[in-house]
Nanobody
Framework: QVQLVESGGGLVQAGGSLRLSCVASERTFSMYGLGWFRQAPEKGREFVAAITWRGSTTYSTASVKGRFTISRDNAKSTGYLQMNSLKPEDTAVYYC?????????????????WGQGTQVTVSS
């Protein structure tokens, strides 16, 4: 059982930056696909970005392209989400998720392990 722990959330002004981290408890994390999702109040869980287990390919939703960058360091069993040019509409709880199959896409049902989430609040 892999445990994922997110950190790095907080309160930031519009236009600011944050870097989220996702630390896995097991080194098998290096073989898993990694995704980031977010959920705003009264909204469903939304795909943000994903990365393949080797880190060679990334995917992101249109609303964050050019602003958010997903990456990973398998030697540290850690994934990252660098968020720049933040907007108030980015306010949400952000979750990382890992897929044993190596899946790295937008479908949350394909992920096996989830973190507890970290709050990101962007003020205008």
């Amino acid at each position: 059982q892999v445990q994922l722990v997110e950190s790095g959330g907080g309160l930031v002004q519009a236009g600011g930056s944050l870097r989220l981290s996702c630390v896995a408890s097991e080194r098998t994390f290096s073989m898993y696909g990694l995704g980031w999702f977010r959920q705003a109040p009264e909204k469903g869980r939304e795909f943000v970005a994903a990365i393949t287990w080797r880190g060679s390919t990334t995917y992101s939703t249109a609303s964050v392209k050019g602003r958010f960058t997903i990456s990973r360091d398998n030697a540290k069993s850690t994934g990252y989400l660098q968020m720049n040019s933040l907007k108030p509409e980015d306010t949400a709880v952000y979750y990382c998720a890992a897929a044993k199959s190596g899946y790295s896409g937008y479908n949350p049902a394909q992920y096996d392990y989830w973190g507890q989430g970290t709050q990101v609040t962007v003020s205008s």
